[in-house]
């Protein structure tokens, strides 16, 4: 969900900026859930205090529960077939290209600002590489790049 959340944020609303739209999952990710569904909560309340939140939560899920329903059942139905393992196989491919294009313009507002590349590929090698648990990583990392931001901003 995030590559169209943030299409639709940034891209087409131009209710964020690219900048506050990292900032904002940055910080979204530190909160329980799923990362985008704490991104509406606060997204809506930046704009309309907590019916906002309201909204946008019941915005995001309400069709796609609906839709994951309606596939579950047919999954029950069809499941079996061979062309229905391919296609499931195909919209894997799809999510894993839509999710990595989301992270190279999510990449871009790092651009010239080596300290925060490296904090960044610190955060994928240890998670992704060396496996290490999430919560570990973000205990080490989460200090080091709240003290790099807030170098930069007194600059």
């Known amino acids: 969900m995030l590559p ?7 891209e087409r609303r131009g209710w964020l900026s690219p900048a506050e739209f990292n900032g904002l999952l940055g910080l979204c990710q530190f909160m329980p859930g799923p990362n985008v569904a ?5 997204l809506g ?4 205090g907590w019916r906002g939140s309201l909204a946008a939560l019941a915005g995001l899920f309400a069709l796609p ?8 059942m047919l999954y029950g139905h069809y499941g ?26 999510m990449a871009r507002e790092l651009r010239g600002q080596p300290a925060q590349i490296l904090l960044a590929l610190s955060a994928f090698a240890a998670i992704a590489e060396f496996r290490l648990p999430l919560a570990a990583v973000l205990f080490v990392l989460a200090p080091l790049g709240i003290a790099l931001a807030a170098l930069r901003d007194r600059r």
Do not use: C, D, E, Y
């Open 4 to 10: 169209w959340a943030r299409r639709l944020v940034v």
């Open 38 to 42: 704490n991104l509406s909560v606060v």
């Open 45 to 48: 309340a930046r704009f309309q």
């Open 65 to 72: 529960v609906l839709i994951v329903l309606l596939l579950g």
């Open 80 to 105: 079996q077939l061979p062309q229905v393992h391919a296609m499931l196989r195909g919209m894997a491919a799809v999510a894993i290209g839509l999710t990595f294009a989301t992270g190279l313009k």
